[in-house]
């Protein structure tokens, strides 16, 4: 049991919808707790799928469940609002006169330059002596709003210098520079920022709409699946028992892929639920700035949270109904008059790894695979010692002399290697500036030896990796140590893709457009990584781009 006056920590009594504190707290009945009218909005959302899940553990429930209030909860809720509006927190303006706890400050001075409780500001409402004092609402970080040069407050915007300055600035230093009132400034920054806030509930919508569908999706596989097996136990049923251990590889093989697209669809339910959360908090954090009566400290926090983050992912879902499993009970019935042959045949689920991959179609323009593009640096650990590494490990570039580079297990000896630091295992798109002839750009498993023979470490020469080998002339492709000449416009530039999930790789000739050099289809067993190898010619270089 908790210690009488122990402190309660808020984020326990927080709604993991809204983010906020409990109001009105409504247990259901996995045990977790919301808002009600949090949960409420939440379930409306799902109602036209038939299940209704808990936000934190996924428990589907059906029927809707009838809410309770959590009288506990509700208790604890009001108390921890108590003493909120007395003791400050870490994201409170405290009294600079408390000693001891320090409690929340109502008002700050801009005289005194002092924050103050509601006990010790009486005095400004009592004395005339702090009749001409200015009050405004309390600061945090009220020393910032202080010019450290003339101990006067900052009220005035200086276009120039892109800061805050005080009056006496502009007669000193800032002389003869653009400035105008930081309340003007701030009037012009918040059309802006309520226009980022629009985007923000545009892709907020977007993202619940895109979850609803995988949500329908996902459904629509578990029913047909059912149906498909429902429908081939009866056509089993009616076979003798030679068949029966037949009819439960047959299950096994159905709930098997039902449950791996079912599992990639709450992947990628999960992965748009996370988007929604951190817009939702983007929100509460201009929400927060928005409704800031002191302009400096708007101005102060203005670039960090009106930032926006490019969206990572481009979600484009079919709502054309596909019946997944509906044709394996038919080939069961066909069988049916076929007991030799269907003892002795593979029936094939029709539910194959490129139908379920609608879902998520393959970028055809260059605007598309730029949404998954990937900034790739090198790491200094693998480099051969004879590479030069620049540019915040993003260029490389072959030279004769040894660098100084320090023992490393990873470290390639035999050949001029290079391996990205990042590990890739979702879809990439990065590109390359190759100067130089005999350069392979590659793409492998980290594993590939360092030090032993050539099948064993280089690039496309072993079934770890896959390389495009980048001629003055043309392209080729290996694998395996297996050459293969490619057709396509020779260009410095080379775009590689990445679709792990998918097992697909491309690589591409930049120049103005994208030309398909060569595509690779198969099944990635572990992450991959980025691989540059060089042929010996002193200056060649590869630089990995952000492509724009």
Not at 98 to 114: D, E, M, Q, W, Y
Not at 288 to 307: G, R
Not at 443 to 461: M, P, Q, R
Not at 472 to 496: I, M, Q
Request: hydrophobic share 30%; glycine share 4%; net charge positive.
């Amino acid at each position: 049991m908790a210690k009488r006056g122990a402190p309660l920590d808020p984020e326990k009594f927080s709604c993991s919808i809204c983010l906020d504190l409990l109001k009105d707290p409504v247990a259901i009945p996995c045990g977790h707790s919301y808002c009600s009218d949090c949960i409420k909005s939440h379930w409306d959302v799902e109602k036209n799928s038939g299940f209704y899940s808990c936000p934190q553990c996924r428990k589907r429930f059906r029927p809707r469940p009838k809410l309770k209030k959590n009288i506990l909860l509700t208790g604890l809720a009001d108390e921890l609002k108590k003493s909120e509006l007395q003791v400050a927190g870490p994201e409170d303006a405290a009294c600079d006169v408390c000693s001891g706890r320090k409690l929340k400050a109502v008002k700050s001075c801009l005289v005194c330059l002092v924050s103050f409780c509601e006990e010790h500001l009486q005095p400004h409402y009592q004395s005339a002596a702090f009749k001409k004092h200015k009050l405004v609402k309390p600061c945090m970080k009220f020393q910032e709003k202080i010019c450290s040069q003339h101990d006067e407050v900052m009220e005035i915007f200086c276009f120039t210098d892109q800061q805050s300055i005080c009056c006496l600035c502009t007669m000193d230093q800032h002389r003869g520079h653009k400035t105008v009132p930081a309340a003007a400034e701030r009037s012009q920054r918040q059309k802006k920022l309520e226009g980022n806030r629009l985007s923000v509930h545009e892709r907020i919508q977007e993202r619940a709409k895109a979850a609803k569908l995988l949500q329908q999706r996902m459904d629509a596989i578990n029913v047909s699946a059912d149906e498909a097996v429902k429908n081939s136990e009866e056509s089993f049923k009616q076979m003798i028992s030679l068949i029966q251990k037949r009819s439960d590889e047959m299950k096994q093989q159905l709930r098997s892929q039902q449950q791996t697209a079912v599992s990639e669809l709450r992947q990628l339910q999960g992965k748009i639920e996370q988007e929604i959360t951190e817009l939702k908090r983007k929100d509460v954090q201009m929400e927060k700035l928005a409704h800031t009566e002191d302009h400096t400290q708007f101005l102060l926090s203005y670039p960090s949270v009106s930032a926006l983050s490019e969206p990572t992912h481009s979600y484009s879902i079919q709502t054309t109904p596909v019946r997944y499993f509906e044709d394996v009970a038919a080939a069961v019935s066909a069988s049916r008059e076929k007991l030799e042959d269907i003892l002795g045949q593979n029936i094939t689920l029709t539910a194959t790894k490129e139908q379920l991959f609608l879902l998520h179609p393959q970028p055809k323009t260059r605007a598309e695979f730029l949404q998954y593009s990937q900034q790739i640096t090198l790491d200094p650990n693998s480099a051969h010692r004879e590479l030069l590494l620049s540019d915040k490990n993003r260029k490389v570039i072959y030279t004769e002399e040894a660098q100084p580079y320090s023992y490393h297990p990873e470290r390639f000896r035999r050949y001029l290697q290079v391996l990205s630091r990042e590990s890739l295992n979702d879809r990439h798109y990065w590109e390359v500036e190759v100067r130089g002839e005999g350069i392979f750009v590659a793409v492998t498993y980290k594993n590939t030896s360092t030090a032993g023979s050539s099948n064993e470490c280089g690039f496309g020469l072993n079934s770890k990796s896959w390389a495009l080998f980048c001629d003055s002339n043309s392209f080729k492709f290996r694998h395996n140590n297996r050459l293969t000449p490619l057709s396509g416009p020779r260009s410095s530039r080379v775009g590689v893709y990445l679709d792990h999930t998918a097992g697909v790789l491309s690589f591409y000739s930049i120049s103005g457009t994208m030309t398909l050099l060569h595509k690779v289809q198969t099944a990635f067993t572990e992450p991959l990584h980025a691989g540059v190898w060089f042929y010996p010619e002193e200056g060649d270089s590869v630089e990995f781009l952000k492509p724009q």
